[in-house]
């Protein structure tokens, strides 16, 4: 028990440096962006680089503990938004809105996780964003697959069917997200309205153009 006791106590304060290590790179990815680099979250967080690395090893690391604390955060946010008092079309509204609503309010976070800086810069940080983004989006895609067949009877292969829209749907929102940030073409509700309205089977009922191919 003293034992025990005795290793907590140690644990908390590296526990809780590590948090202010995370805030302090949160600051510096604000401002920053992909650019953010070891040397300015140091800076930041008034410590040495070695320091930093001693907490997490290198940039991949601090890139994992900061992509598990905003993702953390999201799939929150959308769980949420599915489970809100609403009908299913008004839930799906809700949760593609929550995620470009999560993007666009921290466009820098956004680009640092999800985006390189330059050519230069990455190779000079010896850091691949692409390697280190792709289970982001995984991780999103599994757990909106579990969430679906939760509360979605798909029959006996349900199960697969759910991880397939997961998977889908959050490919959906990640391609969309990042043309629309860079790009504004429309209003958030209306990127909303349009992808709900894909989503709900739009695309199936459409008329094909004359003349066009069928699609």
């Known amino acids: 028990m003293e034992t025990t006791q ?34 300015a979250i140091a ?4 410590i040495t680089k070695p320091i930093l690395y001693r907490h997490f090893g290198d940039k991949g690391g601090l890139y994992r503990a900061l992509a598990t604390r905003h993702t953390d955060a999201l799939l929150a946010a959308l769980r ?10 008004r839930r799906v509204e809700a949760t593609l809105d929550t995620y470009l609503a999560s993007i666009e309010a921290m466009p820098q976070v956004y680009r ?5 800086a330059d050519e230069t810069h990455q190779a000079e940080q ?26 979605i ?25 990042d043309w629309w940030l860079g790009e504004r073409p429309c209003s958030r509700s209306e990127l909303v309205r349009a992808m709900a309205d894909l989503l709900w089977g ?14």
């Open 43 to 46: 800076a930041e967080a008034g």
């Open 6 to 39: 005795r290793t907590t106590d140690q644990q908390k304060p590296a526990d809780q440096r590590r948090r202010e290590l995370l805030e302090a790179a949160d600051r510096v990815v604000l401002r920053d962006g992909p650019k953010a680099s070891m040397n």
């Open 80 to 89: 949420a938004a599915l489970d809100a008092p609403a009908d299913r079309r």
């Open 112 to 116: 640092f996780l999800m985006h390189p």
């Open 202 to 215: 739009r695309l199936a009922d459409a008329e094909d153009r004359v003349g066009a191919p069928g699609f």
């Open 153 to 177: 009877d798909l029959g006996p292969a349900g199960e697969a069917q759910a991880r397939i829209w997961g998977h889908g749907i959050v490919g959906m929102m990640h391609a969309a997200g």
């Open 126 to 151: 010896g850091f691949d964003v692409g390697r280190h983004s792709a289970p982001v989006l995984r991780r999103m895609g599994e757990e909106l697959g579990q969430v679906i067949a939760e509360r």
